[in-house]
């Protein structure tokens, strides 16, 4: 044991130099996933409802948002797209044409090296807003699988390097494996949000989507009383072929994303979602926060806790402040 006097813990607290060597986590920049809302039309840079500095771009706007990525060192990339039109089968998602699509293929010319990730779900392009197909009044997770794998084979076929289904559909990592493989996608890598909490911290997302959704997820996202079930539920998808296994929301979830990390050999990814960036950039425009240093604080939080890859509202900011 280690007692005072002889023991002082201060010793190594005394100066930034003596801090910075012996800190045992350090935030990167190359830590950071960096989420991108892409729409229809022309000349489109909109600022999103309750998440301050995040836009809605149109394709012909992502060459200055690109470029800022690049020469912040930002690594990778989540894109989320808004379709023109919501129908009942999500059609647009596995269009060749459809806004995510065009997406990836305008990026990866920008920007080849760029990981290009995709966002695959059915809620920005269903018109009840579900991550599923509704069949008699329940989101149909079979039925829904089928549309799963006819989109990330779309996706891959405009060059998205990572798909990441968002549904919490059961199976949906097998569905998505199969089409890839069958379609010659083997190095097509999957990061499968697999545990995903029912979390009232995605509201400012719902109009960064333009969701129709009326009610809530609780019949295929987790309830945030349980945590045996996010175990199961990273088990079942690393079993089912996924690549990363994600966690979020994050920072009300870090016991969740430490006890997953410590049970698996794939790597963490974390979702510091929209409702957490909100809650920062409302008190920093108050006064009531240093938006740089909570910001710092949350992330590097969340790598402690074992994250491997942070997907943040802030990665463009971190980049200025680290
Ligand atoms: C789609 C999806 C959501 C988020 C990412 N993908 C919303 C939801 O499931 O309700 C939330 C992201 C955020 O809040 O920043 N299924």
């Known amino acids: 044991m280690s007692f005072f006097p002889v023991t002082r813990p201060r010793r190594l607290r005394r100066t930034a130099m003596l801090r910075e060597q012996i ?3 350090k ?11 892409v729409v229809h039309g022309q000349s489109i840079k909109r600022e999103i409802n309750g998440m301050p500095n995040q836009y809605h771009w149109s394709i012909d706007r992502l060459p200055e948002l690109i470029k800022a990525i690049k020469e912040a060192g930002i690594l990778s990339v989540m894109l989320f797209g808004i379709p023109k039109t ?3 089968y999500a059609t647009e998602n596995y269009d060749s044409n459809g806004i995510v ?20 779900c059915l809620c920005a392009y269903t018109n009840d807003g579900h991550c599923g197909i509704v069949h008699n009044d329940e989101v149909d997770n079979d039925q829904t699988l089928d549309i799963l794998q006819k989109t990330v084979v779309c996706h891959a076929q405009a060059g998205a390097d990572i798909v990441a289904p968002s549904g919490m559909m059961d199976g949906m990592i097998q569905a ?4 890839l493989d069958q379609n010659d996608f083997n190095q097509v890598a999957i990061m499968s949000y697999a545990v995903k909490y029912a979390s009232a911290f995605y509201g400012p ?10 009610g809530d997820r609780k019949s295929y996202q987790m309830d945030f009383r349980n945590k045996k079930e996010a175990l199961k539920e990273a088990k079942m998808d690393e079993e089912e072929g996924a690549d990363f296994l994600m966690v979020k929301p994050a920072l009300s979830y870090l016991d969740i994303i430490q006890d997953v990390s410590s049970s698996t050999t794939l790597p963490i990814a974390a979702y510091h979602v929209s409702g957490e960036y909100a809650m920062v950039k409302a008190a920093f425009e108050k006064g009531w926060l240093d938006e740089r240093a909570v910001t710092l604080e949350a992330l590097t939080a969340i790598k402690r806790a074992g994250a491997k890859v942070i997907l943040t509202y802030s990665a463009l900011d971190v980049s200025k402040w680290l």
Do not use: G, W
């Open 23 to 25: 800190a045992e986590v």
């Open 27 to 37: 935030l990167n920049i190359t830590d950071l996933m960096y989420p991108i809302f």
């Open 86 to 88: 919501k129908d009942k």
């Open 101 to 120: 699509q065009q997406a990836i293929r305008n990026i990866k010319m920008l920007h080849p090296e760029l990981i290009v990730a995709t966002d695959v």
């Open 176 to 179: 998505m494996r199969y089409a």
């Open 205 to 214: 997302f719902r109009s960064a989507c333009d969701c129709a959704l009326k």
